[in-house]
């Protein structure tokens, strides 16, 4: 049972910046918890894009980006390629669950 | 290399159970936190569990309270998720990763391993 929502998908021509909206609330992005974001590409297993609201691991090109504002993170992905087609997750720990939760998901479609 | 490999998977019947393991190495294992996250078949991620470094705080997602344990051997380097009284709604892909924090995220994934729950 996901608590925080995202958009089931977003699209862009390559070149262009998407974004990707994490809608969350007060027992979680609200409650001022880090947001981290994962890249999942078809068939693999999920992998840390974005750490900390806006850090990104050794290795993620600085493409892909992370903000959080009151209860709600976002993730953009400038300069889009045909690799960076892949679902992506945010994720933040709630105090509901004693645990992480993750977002929905967003499918991210290169025109 | 930082690693983790995932093992047990497999056809179980509802009611039935199943212990799945993970293996870790070039990290110190002891150290950090590890989950279980698992993704039905054409879901998102669910998280299920989580256990820290010294075994002291063991967290279960609701879903599986109750039916689901985790728990670790530092001395092998081994992590576990036991799962009994299985449901056709367990059947997924599961990955075991490492929590260094909750400021870091899971930086370190496994393959992931699939059960499926089917009579």
């Known amino acids: 049972q996901s608590v925080l929502t995202q958009p089931p998908s977003v699209s862009g021509a390559p070149g262009e910046t998407v974004t990707i909206s994490c809608a969350g609330s007060g027992s979680n992005i609200g409650a001022n918890y880090d947001v981290h974001w994962y890249q999942q590409l078809p068939g693999a297993a999920p992998k840390l894009l974005i750490f900390a609201d806006t850090n990104r691991p050794s290795g993620v090109p600085d493409r892909f980006s992370g903000s959080k504002s009151g209860a709600s993170a976002s993730l953009a992905i400038a300069g889009l390629q045909a690799d960076d087609e892949a679902d992506y997750y945010c994720q933040c720990h709630d105090t509901g669950l004693s645990g992480f939760v993750f977002g929905t998901g967003t499918k991210v479609t290169v025109l | 290399e930082v690693k983790l490999v995932e093992s047990g998977g497999g056809l179980v019947k509802p009611g039935g159970s199943l212990r799945l393991s993970c293996v870790a190495s070039?990290?110190?294992?002891?150290?950090?936190?590890m989950d279980w996250v698992r993704q039905a078949p054409g879901k998102g991620l669910e998280w299920v569990a989580s256990?820290?470094?010294?075994?002291?705080?063991?967290h279960h997602a609701d879903s599986v309270q109750g039916r689901f344990t985790v728990s670790r051997d530092n001395a092998k380097n081994l992590f576990y998720l036991q799962m009994n009284d299985l449901r056709a709604e367990d059947t997924a892909v599961y990955y075991c990763?490492?929590?260094?924090?909750?400021?870091?995220?899971?930086?370190?994934w496994g393959q992931g391993t699939t059960v499926i729950v089917s009579s």
């Open positions: 256990i820290s470094g010294g075994s002291t705080y063991r």
């Open positions: 990763a490492r929590v260094k924090g909750a400021f870091y995220g899971m930086d370190v």
């Open positions: 070039g990290f110190r294992f002891s150290s950090d936190r």
